[in-house]
């Protein structure tokens, strides 16, 4: 199974030079939107619910203290992936991809998952706190399956102010 690494390798691939803090949400929404589409997870590295949304703390490990990253080769390789990671994470990215690292935030912070594992911590507590991949499951696959969900691309972001 690949690794959260090679996940992020194949996003910065594509995408080139990002902040720390958009890698850390495109790889999220990737996990998410993949058990709901293949009910698997994409890799096994867990998500945590910490002030800014969720984090792969395996992958803060290696960018902490960076604000912006441009390659990952280092630490993981984007062909281990598989077709339906590569596809899911493409998807993620036309969706996504536009959206900068705080608009993510915002996202993550008014959709269940990260509430629910948050619990009554405060919003900007510290937490270790998993996102349970059960949680991405339910959360993204009803998400996909409600025809009334307005398209991300399409928010309006003074909702989020």
Not at 66 to 92: C, M, N, P, Y
Request: proline letters at 5%; a negative charge.
């Amino acid at each position: 199974m690949p690794s959260v690494h090679d996940v992020a390798a194949y996003i910065l691939e594509r995408t080139g030079s990002i902040s720390t803090w958009k890698l850390q949400k495109l790889v999220y929404y990737s996990q998410a939107w993949h058990l709901a589409w293949h009910d698997k997870p994409m890799f096994t590295e867990r998500i945590e619910a910490w002030a800014n949304g969720p984090v792969a703390p395996d992958l803060y490990a290696k960018h902490r203290g960076s604000f912006e990253v441009s390659g990952w080769k280092r630490w993981g390789d984007a062909s281990q992936l598989r077709a339906t990671d590569t596809k899911t994470i493409d998807i993620v990215l036309e969706h996504y991809g536009n959206l900068t690292g705080r608009q993510l935030s915002h996202l993550t912070h008014n959709e269940d998952p990260w509430v629910d594992a948050r619990g009554d911590i405060g919003p900007t507590t510290r937490s270790n706190a998993e996102i349970p991949r059960q949680s991405l499951q339910a959360y993204y696959g009803a998400l996909d399956a409600n025809q009334d969900v307005k398209p991300v691309d399409e928010l309006d972001w003074s909702d989020f102010a």
